[in-house]
């Protein structure tokens, strides 16, 4: 069974660093990987995904690795704001139905 | 388009009463997705359908949950009897192998 692992589970910084979240995962059969960001009370928000072929993906301040050989994928904030506040999930699918297994999120508070 | 849409936004209600779950599908969408999310056990895929089929229940946590998608715009996620364990956000989410777009969730409170 796939176990999807995000490391730190809270993190608060200043605004403008830079930062990284991490997700594992146990079974590297994946099909793709996605970062989704969820603001409190709200529904879930897709910023990038990760083809099983691909190594990174960026839009904007945000860039997302993979290596899918060491189960492993990184979500690159950087200038960090308040408004980035939220909780960064991470899922990977196992086949192009997009069925997907989430890690537990990051909480990131961003303090002016 | 509107989007996933959910029916009711927030739901409360006593031990032991039926609750439905309501999912309309973005129009075209052949994937439709039920999961649940709690602060324990974080997001968990409930079952999914498929051209209205369900391919995968394995996630369905007892006999007390049921689904269904009589066609291709409408989906129903039923519980009886509810305990309250089954409180959380429950999300509908939808997909044409492309990335899925979730709703805004539906938040069941059992007392």
């Known amino acids: 069974k796939q176990e999807v692992t995000q490391i730190p589970a809270a993190l608060s910084v200043p605004e403008g660093e830079n930062l990284v979240l991490n997700c594992s995962f146990t079974?590297?059969?994946?099909?793709?990987l996605q970062w989704f960001r969820q603001d409190p009370g709200k529904g879930l928000t897709s910023l990038l995904l990760?083809?099983?072929?691909?190594r990174e993906q960026t839009s904007g301040r945000l860039n997302a690795s993979l290596d899918k050989s060491s189960g492993r994928s990184t979500l690159y904030i950087a200038a960090s704001q308040p408004g980035d506040s939220a909780t960064y999930l991470c899922?990977?699918?196992?086949?192009?139905?997009?069925?997907?297994?989430f890690g537990k999120g990051t909480s990131l508070l961003v303090t002016p | 388009d509107a989007g996933v849409i959910q029916s009711p936004r927030h739901e409360v209600t006593e031990m032991g009463q039926e609750v439905t779950l309501r999912c309309k599908p973005i129009?075209?969408?052949?994937?439709l997705f039920w999961y649940r999310q709690t602060m324990m056990r974080g997001l968990e895929l409930l079952i999914y359908f498929n051209n209205n089929v369900p391919i995968d229940d394995s996630g369905m946590p007892e006999d007390r949950f049921s689904a269904k998608m009589p066609n291709a715009s409408f989906s129903t996620l039923k519980i009886q009897p509810s305990e309250p364990r089954d409180s959380a956000v429950y999300f509908c989410?939808?997909?044409?192998?492309?990335?899925?777009?979730f709703g805004p969730g539906t938040r069941l409170t059992v007392l």
């Open positions: 899922a990977v699918s196992k086949n192009s139905g997009y069925a997907l297994n």
């Open positions: 989410a939808s997909s044409s192998r492309q990335p899925p777009v």
């Open positions: 990760i083809q099983s072929s691909q």
């Open positions: 079974d590297s059969a994946i099909y793709n």
């Open positions: 129009s075209g969408h052949d994937y």
